[in-house]
């Protein structure tokens, strides 16, 4: 961010603040540059009325160029340095800004050109280490280490290599030194809130757990895919999900593609899935199921592709696993869909009731119905306008 004087001094003073500027024991004005115009030295400013300091800054022949400090009460509370281009650049400290002799330091950054690289680091007000990450040249995080003000472990995200020391050991935390190790992460109140396992950076396994210390989800990571899960409170799982990687290691175009989901009821009963089949454009639906509380079946759909076509076969059920429908559907778009063929209902004993058949176009041609020992009781063509009468071969 450009560094503006008069709009950093607005956003750190109340509205109704005045201050008073001096540089070299002369009175200056940081808003007229004609009182700073070739000057050099440090400007001093102070609140009008009770001459605390609120702010010191480096002047090199006129510009504001170097060090920058703000003070809260006297005591000081934000410190860095901006270069020509009035951006800041080198070390960045926040302070505590608590009055007496300690000053606690939280946070602290080194900036190039006005972008974070490299380590930076904050502290809890008890001194101890609350966050430490590292930022590449562009600014963005590639690893970063939480705690609690306990100083455990509470957040791990890690890179290829290590980077975080010597504020924190990722080397061992992120398996780069031989044989993975599991790393513990804690809450706030020094419970145990997680389980990490990297390999030389990879997650490999996590975990983390409800506030009674159950399992309340975790995810497995393999070379060729993983499994995430979650759990309810009482320990009953209530969602699966497998994945699948597509592509190289390291490549740009590297995907995760999912295979299967499930979802299971509060009782831990297999409510739902859908099973999809990897392709080049990343994963076709394959299936979807769906299941009474009694673990029978209540929906059935299977998807296949027949002449260049998809085809849906989709399947209803009675609670008692007897069918209660059964018929396919072409798939023209994402939002259309056309019957195929022969469509059937059934009764609770799984008897043929009635069938339905539909032309190219997907019309109805053609409706019978059976009695409960499979005699037709009515056999219709049906016509366009709607009409009816009765089928002759």
């Not at 270069?83 to 939280?106: F, H, K, Q, S, V």
């Not at 190289?248 to 299971?264: C, H, K, M, Y």
């Amino acid at each position: 961010m450009r560094f503006v004087p008069l709009l950093l001094l607005a956003a750190a003073l109340p509205a109704h603040a005045i201050q008073t500027c001096e540089l070299n024991g002369a009175h200056v004005d940081p808003a007229n540059g004609h009182t700073t115009a070739g000057k050099s030295g440090l400007m001093r400013c102070k609140d009008a009325d009770s001459g605390v300091l609120q702010r010191e800054q480096e002047l090199r022949d006129g510009r504001f160029v170097g060090a920058v400090r703000f003070y809260k009460k006297g005591v000081l509370e934000r410190e860095h340095a901006v270069n020509e281009r009035g951006n800041r650049d080198g070390i960045a400290r926040e302070y505590a800004a608590t009055p007496g002799a300690a000053n606690p330091l939280l946070r602290e950054e080194t900036l190039r050109n006005g972008t974070t690289v490299g380590l930076a680091r904050s502290w809890h007000a008890n001194g101890a280490l609350r966050r430490v990450s590292f930022h590449g040249d562009d600014g963005r995080e590639q690893a970063i280490a939480e705690f609690n003000d306990k100083g455990q472990l509470s957040s791990l995200q890690c890179a290829r290599a290590p980077l975080l020391a010597p504020a924190a050991d990722d080397a061992a935390w992120c398996g780069h030194r031989g044989t993975p190790v599991p790393v513990s992460l804690y809450n706030d109140r020094g419970e145990l809130s997680g389980k990490r396992l990297f390999e030389r950076g990879e997650a490999r396994r996590r975990e983390s757990f409800w506030d009674d210390g159950r399992l309340r989800d975790s995810a497995e990571t393999a070379a060729s895919g993983g499994v995430e899960r979650s759990f309810a409170r009482d320990g009953v799982k209530r969602r699966e999900t497998q994945w699948v990687w597509q592509g190289a290691p390291g490549e740009s175009t590297r995907r995760r593609v999912t295979t299967l989901e499930q979802e299971f009821h509060d009782s831990g009963t297999l409510v739902r899935e859908r099973r999809w089949t990897p392709s080049e454009r990343g994963a076709e639906l394959a299936s979807e199921k769906r299941w009474y509380l009694n673990g029978q079946p209540r929906e059935a759909s299977e998807y296949v592709v027949e002449g260049g076509r998809t085809l849906r076969r989709e399947m209803h059920f009675h609670d008692n696993g007897q069918p209660s429908h059964d018929g396919r559907w072409l798939l023209a778009g994402r939002y259309e869909q056309q019957p195929v063929g022969i469509h059937r209902s059934f009764d609770d004993a799984g008897r043929v009731r009635s069938e339905r058949h539909h032309d190219e176009r997907g019309r109805i041609t053609r409706e019978r119905e059976l009695d409960e020992s499979g005699a037709v009781v009515r056999d219709d063509a049906v016509f366009e306008d709607g009409s009816r009468k009765a089928f002759s071969r």
